[in-house]
T-cell receptor
Framework: ETGVTQTPRHLVMGMTNKKSLKCEQHLGHNAMYWYKQSAKKPLELMFVYSLEERVENNSVPSRFSPECPNSSHLFLHLHTLQPEDSALYLC?????????????FGSGTRLTVV | SQKIEQNSEALNIQEGKTATLTCNYT??????LQWYRQDPGRGPVFLLL?????KEKRKERLKVTFDTTLKQSLFHITASQPADSATYLCAFYILTGGGNKLTFGTGTQLKVEL
């Protein structure tokens, strides 16, 4: 384990379902991130939280809704997704957003929308 | 906008040889450049960070160079082993006001053969 834990590892959901992805880190990091990784594409930054405050939202559709209740936990709530949303969703954390330190990633949730 | 280019074709090399992966960028130089390793179905793992005022960084069998004139970073693995087979991602961290973020390339797949 890297120190960032994501659950579930795999998720299959229908387009009308509502589900949530969970991310947890106990590294004492102050910044957490959601990335989407699709085949043959670079990682796409979705949301950034710094000290529990959302600081970036990269034009992500409203069917994705993040939540950061405390500095150790990050959620991504999903509802009425589309098949093109199928991808690997990665959570990451870093000490902060300004020192250029490496990110610690979780193993990801492989999401399939049917 | 800033673009990061990595060779999309897989690199196949023989065990024991040095693998060299290339990362090119356009426009302005990043403050930090990072390299990650990603195995199938897993999240990226941070390997090395190099700052724009550094020419070279080493860690065990890994070496990264950063040439701001050529707008290029090279990632070397010496004495490569089959266990080094993975996809390697370069990422730029650009310091711009409140919009600091890590942007990734698509990655280059490395295969080390016996």
């Amino acid at each position: 384990e890297t120190g960032v834990t994501q659950t579930p590892r795999h998720l299959v959901m229908g387009m009308t379902n509502k589900k949530s992805l969970k991310c947890e880190q106990h590294l004492g990091h102050n910044a957490m991130y959601w990335y989407k990784q699709s085949a043959k594409k670079p990682l796409e930054l979705m949301f950034v939280y710094s000290l529990e405050e959302r600081v970036e939202n990269n034009s992500v559709p409203s069917r994705f809704s993040p939540e950061c209740p405390n500095s150790s936990h990050l959620f991504l709530h999903l509802h009425t997704l589309q098949p093109e949303d199928s991808a690997l969703y990665l959570c990451a954390s870093s000490q902060d957003r300004y020192q250029g330190a490496g990110y610690t990633f979780g193993s990801g949730t492989r999401l399939t929308v049917v | 906008s800033q673009k990061i280019e990595q060779n999309s074709e897989a690199l196949n090399i023989q065990e024991g040889k040095t693998a060299t992966l290339t990362c090119n960028y356009t426009n302005y130089s990043p403050a930090y450049l990072q390299w990650y390793r990603q195995d199938p179905g897993r999240g990226p793992v941070f390997l090395l960070l190099i700052r724009e005022n550094e020419k070279e960084k080493r860690k065990e069998r890994l070496k990264v160079t950063f040439d701001t004139t050529l707008k290029q970073s090279l990632f070397h693995i010496t004495a490569s082993q089959p266990a080094d087979s993975a996809t390697y991602l370069c990422a730029f961290y650009i310091l711009t006001g409140g919009g600091n973020k890590l942007t990734f390339g698509t990655g280059t797949q490395l295969k080390v053969e016996l």
